[in-house]
């Protein structure tokens, strides 16, 4: 082992030796072009230097356009870089260990719902707050992604590859009770961008 990590000590230096080498030859290299260029426009006549000036004119703007671009594209990545680390971060609450309680109840809520019709289900959400704070809890969490995704602040397709079956299973068994609940709250943007989000992906799906 130590004598892996003396190899490695070894290959480290000569990377960074070879990397300093080649910058340092670089930058001589630019100067001697520079240097070189001021000597040929300093003895050249008035049409030589015209030339001279006119190249290096054509070589400074095409430098000045390869950096804009390498911005551009460097911006680009980091905002990719962003739009899916936003996007994972649903990932990861819906895996967090602080959400195991959350879940724990959905899946008891889910299966307490499933035994029941829609109006059974509009009725027994509406007369208990503890399963009914269940089902807003677990619902805001897909309505916040839905609103994401549907923006197109998120990603819509790596959302979808984790929680397809989960937002769609969600919203078609408690559609009913969603519906009847914006009518009671007079409240018709109540999960709308969840349900446009299921939509889609239905749609997509089909």
């Keep these: 082992m130590i004598g892996d990590d003396k190899r490695s000590d070894g290959r480290l230096g000569f990377d960074l ?6 910058v340092f030859g670089g930058v001589l290299a630019v100067i001697a072009l520079g240097s070189l260029l001021i000597y040929r426009y300093y003895i050249s006549d008035a049409h030589d230097r015209e030339t001279i000036t006119f190249g290096v004119s054509i070589v400074g703007a095409t430098v000045a356009i390869y950096g804009l671009l390498k911005a551009a594209d460097n911006i680009r990545k980091s905002n990719f870089e962003k739009f899916q680390s936003s996007s994972l971060d649903f990932v990861k609450r819906w895996n967090s260990p602080l959400y195991f309680p959350l879940k724990t109840a959905w899946r008891e809520l889910n299966e307490s719902m499933d035994a029941l019709s829609e109006t059974e289900r509009d009725v027994a959400l509406a007369n208990d707050v503890k399963k009914r704070n269940t089902a807003v809890e677990i619902l805001n969490f897909f309505e916040e992604m839905a609103t994401g995704a549907n923006s197109g602040s998120l990603d819509d397709k790596l959302l979808r ?9 969600a919203f078609e068994r408690y559609q009913y009770w969603i519906r009847q609940h914006r009518i009671r709250k007079t409240a018709p943007g109540y999960f709308d961008e969840l349900e446009k989000l299921v939509r889609e992906w239905k749609r997509a799906g089909s």
């Design 17 to 22: 030796r070879f990397f300093v080498s080649a």
């Design 161 to 169: 590859t984790y929680f397809e079956t989960f937002v769609i299973k």
